[in-house]
T-cell receptor, first 113, second 114 residues
Framework: GENVEQHPSTLSVQEGDSAVIKCTYS??????FPWYKQELGKGPQLIID?????GEKKDQRIAVTLNKTAKHFSLHITETQPEDSAVYFC????????????FGTGTKLQVIP | DVKVTQSSRYLVKRTGEKVFLECVQD?????MFWYRQDPGLGLRLIYF???????EKGDIPEGYSVSREKKERFSLILESASTNQTSMYLC?????????????FGPGTRLTVT
């Protein structure tokens, strides 16, 4: 089955700096890669996603890049703000009928004011 | 807005008890999921349901069962709770449209088995 590895497990940045979280996946058939943000006491919420036919996607201060050859994808957050502090999960979804999603182990991001 | 609700935020049960965790979604989504979240292990899929009365095992189904008799409700059952099932349990739902595979999560149930 699919295996998703995520690094780092914790990340501290100064407000205004950039943050990068990296993930690798094992199944070359995976074709959908979402990122979820989990704030304290809440369930994860989708913040951005990318499909295998696209190399990069941006949404304001958030961007995701995908390298299918190397089987890795990354989340980039620019101009970080205290409200970006949360746990971030990457995930990969296979192309099978059930579109099963496998999550990474999570990155706890702390933005220091 | 999609709303996914879980029956309890916190639950304390004794070893050997039968435990029911309930999840309800209000957006007519076909797919529903149960995950457990543990520090350092991320979200691990226990079971999912593609549609009413359908269920598929996830990555860690041992010790759990599920029930989906109605489209909006997906129940996770711990037949005989054990201390290693102490965890945060998250329910999610998904509408499988061509351009979106977004999962909508509930707030979670923190289960403690003593």
């Amino acid at each position: 089955g699919e295996n998703v590895e995520q690094h780092p497990s914790t990340l501290s940045v100064q407000e205004g700096d950039s943050a990068v979280i990296k993930c690798t996946y094992s199944d070359s058939a995976s074709n959908y890669f979402p990122w979820y943000k989990q704030e304290l006491g809440k369930g994860p919420q989708l913040i951005i996603d990318i499909r295998s036919n696209v190399g990069e996607k941006k949404d304001q201060r958030i961007a995701v890049t995908l390298n299918k050859t190397a089987k890795h994808f990354s989340l980039h957050i620019t101009e970080t703000q205290p409200e970006d502090s949360a746990v971030y999960f990457c995930a990969a979804s296979d192309s099978g009928g059930y579109q099963k999603v496998t999550f990474g182990t999570g990155t706890k991001l702390q933005v220091i004011p | 807005d999609v709303k996914v609700t879980q029956s309890s935020r916190y639950l304390v049960k004794r070893t050997g008890e039968k435990v029911f965790l309930e999840c309800v979604q209000d957006m007519d989504h076909e797919n529903m999921f149960w995950y457990r979240q543990d520090p350092g292990l991320g979200l691990r899929l226990i079971y999912f349901s593609y549609d009413v009365k359908m269920k598929e095992k996830g990555d860690i189904p041992e010790g759990y069962s599920v029930s989906r008799e109605k489209k909006e409700r997906f129940s996770l059952i711990l037949e005989s709770a054990s201390t290693n099932q102490t965890s945060m349990y998250l329910c999610a739902s998904r509408l499988l449209r061509e351009k979106s595979y977004e999962q909508y999560f509930g707030p979670g149930t923190r289960l403690t088995v003593t």
